[in-house]
Structures are given as C-alpha cells and as structure tokens.
C-alpha cells in the first residue's frame, strides 16, 4: 500500500504493509486512510498520532508526511528526524522455518553473503533446527525468532542450549499479553519483545521481562511513534532491534534511519520480492545502506 500526500507543491510518499496477524488488509488500511483524510482537511504527524490508530495505515501516511516534510525543507530524513547520519548496516537474512535439513541448505547457501542469519522457530524441534542452522553456517551471527512459542517450555534451558550455537537473540518467546511467564527467568541470551511491543505506552510493562525490542514501523503505526519507541526503550534500558514486514525500499528506507540507533537490524523485506522499486536500498555482503 503507497501513500502519497501534496501541499500543492511538494510530495511525500510512504508505503506499509498490512499487518495480516492482526486483520489487517490493503484494502482496510486504503479505507483507513482515505476517511482520515475525508475527515481532517488538514492535519500534521501529531494530529495523525492523536486521532488514527496504529497500524500500517497510519504508518503509510506519517511516513508520506515525513517524506513531504523532509522534501518542505530540503533536508534529509536522518536530520529532519534528528536521528544519526546514516551508515551501512549489518542486516539479518531470513531462515524461514522448515525441516532441519532444508534450514541447513538454506543457511550454507546464505553464508557466503549474509553475516547475520535469522532463524524462524516453532517450540518444535528448535534445537535440532539451531543445531543445523549452525552446521550450515558456523560463522555467521545467530538470531531466533520464537514467534510465541515457548509458553510452555522452560525458557531459561532453552536460552541456554541455544548459546551453545552462539545465539546472541531471542525474539517473542511468549504469547503476546504472557509476558509475566518471563517473571524470573534468568536466560543467558537477551529476550526482545516483538509481538507484545507495539508503542511506546508498552515499554513500562515489558521492561521487567525483557532486555530489548523489535521496532517495525508498521506495528508502531510510523516513524514518528518508532522513535518515541526508541526513546522510551532505550531510558528504560532495553536495547533496540528494528525490523520489518515484507516490503519494498520505499518502507525501508524511513526503518533504516531509526535502525542507526539500533544493536540488531532485519532489513531484509527487499530481498524476499522478485523484484523491488528503482533507487532501491543496497545489499551488499550483508549489508544494507541507502542506494544512489
């Protein structure tokens, strides 16, 4: 889904991804936008916070404001936003889940371009699947994706199995809203909230359970409330990951300016298309940095 917004001279453009776990759909999220817009003849990024919930709609239209903004004042986004002066980025690859076996090949044919590997789990046969991820790949940066699955697994042995592969993170090992299963785990490897962390409101209740978030634009609803993420994350010290949903550059490219402020970047939506947009975001050897 694209959004273009105009002050009659200028033009800004965002695009999101629907977010499917949720209901959402492209044809709901162009509603979403086109009543906000029927709605408010004019509006800005804070009237758009207030009154449009999260979701992609509203992260289409901040980040087509964003753009707009940034085109107003001939600047780019990374200093419109006050964020860091932007730097290629080690970006994480996908392992999508499957059999041992087949996540192995995935993972040998990956290493030679990717340093940073992303293992999608199911609370099924992990062990075996890291184990083979790492066969695969023993040089690469280890990541796993528990996608809600642990609820009924000791979480602190699991963790620790999973160090001995070098896993450096683990993603949403619970059910969304079971955050309080973490209450006393000790795990050797630093939990990150993805699933339960959706805007900086989140933050306090997640903090005594987990050592980082995942920030994904869509999920947060745009760029102007990912920072607040960030920011919130980051004074209650949690560390910060900033992911994606399947997408083109056009989204990436607002995510790879908050990802500078990031310890573990999944950039990688592009390079799962056939094809992606002209003046798309560079990956090369890993990295991902903004293309010409």
Same mark, same amino acid.
């Given at each position: 889904?694209?959004?273009?917004?105009?002050?009659?001279?200028?033009?800004?453009?965002?695009?999101?991804?629907?977010?499917?776990?949720?209901?959402?759909?492209?044809?709901?999220?162009?509603?979403?936008?086109?009543?906000?817009?029927?709605?408010?003849?004019q509006?800005d990024?804070?009237?758009?916070?207030?009154?449009?919930?999260?979701?992609?709609?509203?992260?289409?239209?901040?980040?087509?404001?964003?753009?707009?903004?940034?085109?107003?004042?001939?600047?780019?986004?990374?200093?419109?936003?006050?964020?860091?002066?932007?730097?290629?980025?080690?970006?994480?690859?996908?392992?999508?889940?499957?059999?041992?076996?087949?996540?192995?090949?995935?993972?040998?044919a990956?290493?030679?371009?990717?340093?940073?590997?992303?293992l999608?789990?199911?609370?099924?046969?992990?062990?075996?699947?890291?184990?083979?991820?790492?066969?695969?790949?023993?040089?690469?940066?280890?990541?796993?994706?528990?996608?809600?699955?642990?609820?009924?697994?000791?979480?602190?042995?699991?963790?620790?199995?999973?160090?001995?592969?070098?896993?450096?993170?683990?993603?949403?090992?619970?059910?969304?809203?079971?955050?309080?299963l973490?209450?006393?785990?000790?795990?050797?490897?630093?939990?990150?909230?993805?699933?339960?962390?959706?805007?900086? #409101?989140?933050? $306090? !209740?997640? /903090?005594?359970?987990?050592? *980082?978030v995942n920030?994904? +634009? =869509?999920?947060?609803?745009? &760029?102007?409330?990912?920072?607040?993420?960030?920011?919130?994350?980051?004074?209650?010290?949690?560390?910060?990951?900033?992911?994606?949903?399947?997408?083109?550059?056009? #989204?990436?490219? $607002? !995510?790879? /300016?908050?990802?500078q402020? *990031?310890?573990?970047?999944? +950039? =990688?939506?592009?390079?799962? &298309?056939?094809?992606?947009?002209?003046?798309?975001?560079?990956?090369?050897?890993?990295?991902?940095?903004?293309?010409?």
């Amino acid at each position: 889904m694209v959004c273009t917004v105009s002050d009659g001279t200028h033009q800004g453009v965002g695009e999101a991804t629907p977010i499917y776990y949720e209901g959402e759909t492209a044809e709901s999220c162009v509603a979403a936008i086109e009543g906000f817009a029927a709605a408010h003849r004019q509006f800005d990024r804070l009237t758009l916070l207030d009154q449009m919930p999260r979701g992609a709609a509203r992260n289409a239209l901040d980040c087509a404001l964003w753009d707009l903004e940034c085109r107003q004042h001939d600047q780019p986004l990374w200093r419109h936003a006050f964020l860091p002066e932007p730097q290629p980025l080690t970006s994480a690859f996908t392992i999508s889940l499957s059999d041992p076996a087949q996540m192995e090949a995935d993972a040998r044919a990956a290493a030679d371009t990717h340093s940073l590997l992303k293992l999608k789990l199911s609370g099924d046969n992990d062990h075996e699947r890291v184990a083979a991820v790492h066969r695969g790949a023993p040089e690469a940066r280890l990541i796993v994706d528990a996608n809600e699955s642990w609820n009924d697994l000791d979480i602190a042995a699991e963790a620790a199995t999973l160090a001995q592969w070098g896993v450096e993170l683990i993603e949403q090992p619970v059910s969304a809203g079971q955050d309080h299963l973490l209450a006393g785990v000790r795990s050797p490897v630093p939990l990150c909230a993805d699933e339960s962390c959706h805007t900086s #409101a989140d933050i $306090p !209740a997640l /903090a005594p359970y987990y050592q *980082a978030v995942n920030i994904k +634009l =869509d999920k947060a609803g745009g &760029l102007t409330e990912a920072i607040r993420i960030a920011d919130a994350a980051e004074q209650a010290g949690l560390k910060l990951m900033v992911g994606c949903m399947l997408s083109t550059s056009l #989204a990436i490219r $607002p !995510a790879f /300016a908050l990802a500078q402020r *990031a310890q573990w970047v999944d +950039l =990688d939506g592009p390079l799962l &298309l056939a094809q992606d947009r002209a003046n798309a975001m560079q990956f090369t050897g890993g990295e991902v940095m903004l293309g010409a």
